[in-house]
């Protein structure tokens, strides 16, 4: 905490570089135009846009990507306020109040709204970045690696049983994601496993081409079954953006709630901003006067929503940076492009790398500044560029895909690879199974196996050394009874579910009249 000013000032000066700066533009542009479009999200963008980042320096690399992160999730209310249609996950809840404020004629001050909560949640989420990141780096370097084996199982625990639909769907995900994993040369012993004699496959499966077909090639085939073909919307003028005074005073306590209700989530695995922009606007709904405003246009339900997952989107670099546990699918791929530049993710990475990091912590504060004053001018350019046909955007799309997984091996078979995960991916889709937690049995899977090996290799073998250090002991406990009670949810939603609905105008006796 001492040297925080130095730090903050030695990350600026990364950050106001011209080549951080023109990446941290690019990154937070795309990520808004991303987030606009609907269903395309951030995951799918910055697997698409990874092979840029391979030929700039890591700290670049990682400042345009967070920045398409973060201004995903400016843009993806958007879509919701002006079609109804979520641009991301975390701003389907948006449209409830959103869309109803459209319809009455207030798109523009809901626009302004989420744009002024966006960047109010993100700011309060980079000062939590800030102030705690350094003293959880500190308590992580106290760690074994029992203690990261157990912190990293307890992290696949967590984002498997969380994530949304049966927890058994989401831990057969991260078993198949451990498998694919596996796959490659062994870094001990050089043996190869699962390659077929492929030379292909000797380093493994390439994680930009996995995570294009997952998330990208998936997305476009999802979106060229469903036939929609674009929108044609009525234009926002920059007069009807400004709020009034009863709209500014009716935000200012759902902007604060949503804010910490998104800095609580954002650092716990498998939450993200999905589950803190619900949860913000449930409590919003919980503590209003009058409940039954909500869905017809509050701007409550839109402000706290959007100000939570801003917050969450900034807090969730708190454990992937500090200790090198993702807590979703795009903190894993962020955690990837750092392994891929070869740079060790864990809580050595704030002292033996304080450009990056600091720099990075310093480029969240430029980039959300940059939406800022980028979003409220360019609302008509997002209005224009939604009413796109789809059967021009989506080829394109396909082709910048198909170029950039093979520039990163100049090798064709990538593209292959990423056609047939394309093909998976939708079909997982169309099953309910989620890809991130593929993503996070993939990238950790490998991890995990390192610790693995490190701990038993000290322990002479002894597996009782998990259990043994009160801290990984409480890690594995933890998971333990996330899965217990996540088992025990299952039983009890299937036997309500097979319950015989009660006729209402049946006797008691089950007899109707």
């Not at 959103?98 to 309060?124: D, E, H, K, N, W």
């Not at 939590?128 to 203690?147: D, P, Y």
């Not at 696949?156 to 796959?183: D, E, F, H, Q, R």
């Amino acid at each position: 905490m001492e040297n925080l000013l130095p730090n903050l000032a030695g990350g600026f000066a990364t950050a106001i570089d011209p080549l951080n700066l023109f990446y941290c533009f690019v990154g937070v542009f795309l990520g808004t135009l991303v987030g606009v479009l609907p269903g395309v999200g951030s995951l799918a963008a910055i697997s698409m846009l990874m092979p840029l980042t391979f030929y700039v320096p890591p700290e670049t690399a990682l400042i345009m990507l967070a920045g398409i992160y973060y201004g995903t999730q400016y843009g993806g209310s958007t879509a919701s306020i002006l079609l109804n249609l979520p641009g991301t996950p975390s701003a389907a809840v948006i449209c409830l109040d959103g869309y109803p404020m459209s319809q009455q004629g207030r798109a523009g001050v809901a626009l302004a709204m989420t744009t002024i909560a966006s960047f109010f949640g993100a700011t309060c989420g980079i000062i939590v970045l800030t102030l705690f990141a350094q003293s959880l780096s500190r308590i992580g370097l106290s760690f074994t690696s029992a203690e990261y084996f157990s912190l990293m199982f307890l992290g696949l625990v967590a984002s498997s049983t969380l994530a949304s639909g049966p927890p058994v769907k989401g831990i057969a995900m991260v078993l198949v994601g451990l498998a694919l994993g596996l796959v490659g040369s062994d870094v001990q012993t050089g043996v190869q496993r699962y390659t077929f004699g492929s030379m292909s496959l000797f380093d493994g499966i390439n994680l930009v081409a996995l995570s294009m077909g997952l998330f990208g090639v998936s997305e476009v085939i999802s979106s060229m079954r469903s036939g929609d073909s674009g929108s044609h919307i009525g234009k926002v003028r920059l007069r009807s953006l400004i709020p009034t005074r009863a709209d500014l005073k009716s935000s200012v306590a759902p902007l604060l709630r949503g804010t910490a209700v998104g800095a609580f989530f954002g650092p716990l695995p498998g939450t993200g901003t999905n589950l803190a922009s619900f949860m913000a606007y449930v409590l919003e709904k919980k503590v209003a006067r009058d409940p039954s405003r909500f869905g017809k246009g509050a701007i409550e339900g839109v402000v706290a929503p959007e100000s939570a997952n801003n917050s969450a989107a900034q807090t969730a670099f708190v454990p992937t940076l500090t200790l090198g546990i993702p807590g979703d699918a795009v903190m894993a791929l962020l955690l990837g492009v750092l392994i891929m530049h070869g740079i060790q993710p864990g809580p050595n990475l704030i002292e033996a790398q304080p450009k990056l990091f600091w720099g990075l912590v310093a480029s969240f504060w430029i980039g959300n500044l940059m939406l800022l004053i980028l979003n409220l001018p360019l609302i008509g350019l997002w209005v224009k560029i939604l009413a796109i046909p789809r059967k021009v955007l989506l080829p394109a799309i396909l082709m910048f895909m198909c170029i950039g997984v093979y520039s990163v091996n100049n090798n064709a078979v990538d593209i292959g690879i990423m056609i047939v995960f394309g093909v998976v991916g939708y079909f997982m889709l169309s099953l309910g199974f989620e890809a991130a937690p593929l993503i996070l049995g993939f990238i950790l899977g490998p991890l995990m196996e390192q610790y693995l090996k490190r701990a038993l290799l000290l322990s002479s073998g002894d597996p009782m050394v998990f259990v043994e250090r009160p801290i990984s002991c409480g890690f594995l406990t933890v998971a333990v009874a996330a899965l217990f009670l996540s088992a025990v949810a299952s039983i009890r939603n299937a036997r309500r579910a097979n319950q015989p609905v009660e006729d209402p105008a049946a006797d008691t006796d089950g007899n109707r009249p």
